[in-house]
T-cell receptor
């Protein structure tokens, strides 16, 4: 299957700093990527839909100025957590849809664990 | 609004026993339902989708629109089936998924 890669897999930062997480589709182009957040022992919560060449679409309750999403190319979307605080500590997962096949299956990255001190 | 409910957080069965992971959904239109699996220390991956109507690793799931359910079943569980299972719903063509809270399946020897 297709491969979606996230970097970094783990990041620790100080409160008040900004952190960028990358999501890449390695062997296919993705016009749309999705960013999820997962709290411990809880489900994945969709944060936003990242659209190549246009603004991201944020879910209700997600601060767009806090979580900046840029989808500058067909293989890369970035999530920047600005002025991070301890409550932003979480597991962030991206996914991308491979349209080459008939199923248009979604493939997930391995996730990025953010810890804000 | 889309909603997916997985009533069981934990499910434990013995090897060879049948297993059923429950999933109910709420959606006003025609949904597309999925089961995703996450094995220990691995990423989330698609197990099966209702439109495929196929069996993957011995698992099947039938969409019951009357009961708004999409339960995952396997007649004989194996130890390697131990994982976290998420039911998910997509209500549109943009593939935006709504996930249930997941069920941790443990298959004991």
């Amino acid at each position: 299957g297709a491969v979606v890669s996230q970097h970094p897999s783990r990041v620790i930062c100080k409160s008040g700093t900004s952190v960028k997480i990358e999501c890449r589709s390695l062997d296919f182009q993705a016009t749309t990527m999705f960013w999820y957040r997962q709290f411990p022992k809880q489900s994945l919560m969709l944060m936003a839909t990242s659209n190549e060449g246009s603004k991201a679409t944020y879910e209700q309750g997600v601060e767009k100025d806090k979580f900046l999403i840029n989808h500058a190319s067909l293989t890369l979307s970035t999530l920047t957590v600005t002025s991070a605080h301890p409550e932003d500590s979480s597991f962030y997962i991206c996914s991308a849809r491979d349209l080459r096949g008939a199923s248009g299956e979604l493939f997930f990255g391995e996730g990025s664990r953010l810890t804000v001190l | 609004a889309q909603r997916v409910t997985q009533p069981e957080k934990l499910l434990s069965v013995f090897k060879g026993a049948p297993v059923e992971l429950k999933c109910n959904y709420s959606y006003s239109g025609s949904p597309e339902l999925f089961w995703y699996v996450q094995y220990s220390r691995q990423r989330l991956q698609l197990l099966l989708r209702h439109i495929s109507r196929e069996s993957i690793k011995g698992f099947t799931a039938d969409l019951n629109k009357g009961e708004t359910s999409f339960h995952l079943k396997k007649p004989f569980a194996q130890e390697e089936d131990s994982a976290m299972y998420y039911c998910a719903l997509s209500g549109g063509s943009n593939y935006k998924l709504t996930f249930g809270k997941g069920t941790l399946l443990t298959v004991n020897p």
